[in-house]
């Protein structure tokens, strides 16, 4: 464990901790119909710091209500698109102005290093919304040089606008709750829509404080709205007829609920999912670089990340070497809480997530397989968890397979690049990987046979606004970032005039 060399909270935080939390609907905070209150706990020491509407489904209806009749008065969309981007741009100011607030209550709610609260949570937010501010001013269609024949001598002119979806329901899960807000939030707002979201019921108060924040930097009242709960809470939500599109990040079982709730009403439906990612480093690969990689893609937020390298196959002329490496700094990790600066492996998000990654591992115990590092229970309050090296995985174990969120690195050796390849791509997930080498002609011979959304070279996890952000095959559905996030919000309206 780490010294404790803790971050002061500040007095703001903790005030706002400490409020009785409503709904946040039609511009402030509304208390809730449902009596039933859903406990925050502080990951580092397993205490309830704050509790939270369980939101039923009256009290989303209410939210949704609101957030129409707001989309339906044109309160925003009605707004230049200027004006817009002016509005989401002070939002990014106010939360650059808030930022060690916010940074705070995420790490007391989260359990994540104060570093990346800092760093990813608030610091890379504020950059993607300064990003997305600008395609409000940036949404267009097309003309179209039309054909048609009849009646003859007849002219046309065509065009298409891009218009605001509608009602938006953003629906966000635990690992990143600030950040994953955002990335819904303001490319739904930069098209036009209202929106309501809906928290993970782990880590509810980073939306509740922006949503303060958002109001303040002028967004009119209705058009951003939180709801608070727990799983019967996201169903409303997604099963609610007037909500025009629904984008989800989350697990893949509960994105499958969620498109087949969709499909009922024909709601859009964009599924950020799971991920079992790989992490291909070849002969020619720098240890240390693969070594630094395999690291910081592997233990980022305890595991917690969609994205994160989980499964390493590294040739076997390395192999050694970086297995040793690896080991060797996951057992000289700093446990310690989030708060603390210096502490390199937090708490987990919660009580029950930690008992899933502890069964992870007990099975692969069970199978057999080798911990270099990791494996063994930490005796301390909070939901810690040892990080975790596992060696010479066979590709039909459990561990390959799963996503297990959490900070548990497979490694598994090869002798040929295609050996690779073809292990990597035999998963049901496909929302990253990356690879390790300098050899240009392997690399770019691989990039395009590499079943994933993203594919990193040299790297692992780093992600940019612009850059467009989803899974193949059962790591979703529709992609976030750049453009698409933007055109993900809008419908096409097909324009023909006859003259
Ligand atoms: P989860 O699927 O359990 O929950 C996500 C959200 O959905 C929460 O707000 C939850 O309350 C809500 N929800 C639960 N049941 C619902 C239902 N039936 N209808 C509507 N909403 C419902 O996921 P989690 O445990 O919070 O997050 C971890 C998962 O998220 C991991 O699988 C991870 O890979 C994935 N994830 C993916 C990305 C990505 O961009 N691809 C990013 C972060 C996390």
């Known amino acids: 464990m780490s010294s404790d060399a803790k971050v002061r909270v500040n007095d703001s935080v903790r005030a706002f901790v400490a409020r009785e939390h409503g709904l946040f609907i039609n511009g402030g905070p509304q208390p809730a119909q449902s009596a039933k209150r859903v406990e925050v706990f502080d990951p580092s020491t397993g205490e309830v710091i704050a509790t939270v509407p369980d939101a039923d489904a009256a009290d989303v209806g209410r939210a949704v209500s609101n957030a129409r009749e707001a989309f339906d008065a044109r309160v925003w969309s009605g707004l230049r698109p200027a004006d817009r981007e002016r509005i989401l741009l002070h ?7 808030n930022a060690e607030d916010l940074a705070q209550l995420e790490t007391l709610e989260q359990g994540k290093s104060i570093n990346i609260s800092r760093a990813i949570e608030v610091g890379a937010t504020v950059e993607y919304v300064r990003y997305m501010a600008g395609w409000a001013t940036k949404i267009t269609g097309e003309t179209l040089d039309v054909s048609i024949p009849f009646p003859p001598g007849a002219r046309y002119t065509a065009f298409t606008r891009k218009e605001p979806v509608g009602v938006v329901a953003g629906i966000v899960p ?3 709750p600030l950040m994953i807000a955002v990335w819904k939030l303001i490319p739904a707002l930069a098209a036009g829509c209202t929106i309501v979201i809906k928290p993970s019921p782990e880590t509810p108060l980073t939306a509740l404080r922006l949503a303060e924040i958002a109001v303040e930097a002028g967004i009119p009242p209705g058009v951003f709205n939180v709801v608070t709960g727990a799983r019967e809470c996201g169903a409303a939500l997604a099963s609610h007829p007037q909500i025009a599109k629904i984008s989800f990040t989350g697990s893949t079982p509960t994105g499958k609920l969620i ?4 499909v009922q009403n024909m709601t859009r439906f964009s599924l950020e ?6 992490a291909v480093m070849l002969a020619d690969v720098d240890v240390d670089q693969a070594v630094q990689g395999a690291l910081a893609g592997g233990f980022l937020n305890q595991g917690q990340v969609c994205a994160a390298a989980s499964r390493i196959y590294i040739h076997r002329s ?6 040793d490496a690896l080991a060797d700094v996951a057992r000289s990790m700093t446990l310690g809480a989030g708060l603390d600066p210096n502490a390199q492996i937090n708490p987990l998000v919660s009580a029950q997530h930690r008992e899933r990654v502890e069964q992870h591992i007990a099975r692969a115990h069970a199978d057999g397989l080798r911990f270099l590092a990791g494996g063994t229970r930490v005796d301390h309050p909070g939901y810690y968890v040892n990080p975790a090296v596992i060696a010479d995985v066979p590709h039909d174990a459990a561990l390959v397979r799963d996503e297990v969120f959490g900070p548990v690195l497979a490694l598994i050796p090869f002798d040929d690049p295609a050996e690779a390849l073809r292990q990597a791509n035999d998963s049901p997930y496909g929302l990253a990987a990356s690879l390790w080498s300098n050899d240009l002609r392997t690399v770019m011979n691989l990039v395009p046979r590499i079943e994933a959304g993203t594919v990193w070279v040299n790297c692992h996890v780093p992600l940019d606004p612009s850059m467009p952000f989803g899974g193949y095959k059962q790591s979703g559905m529709g992609r976030e970032f750049g453009k698409y996030a933007v055109e993900g919000f809008t419908e096409t309206k097909s324009i023909c005039i006859a003259h």
């Open 174 to 176: 635990w690992n990143f």
């Open 273 to 278: 999912l799971g991920g079992k990612n790989p």
């Open 91 to 97: 939002l990014a100011d106010l939360i650059e102005a």
């Open 259 to 262: 498109g087949t709730a969709a």
């Open 318 to 323: 390395k192999y050694r070497q970086i297995a």
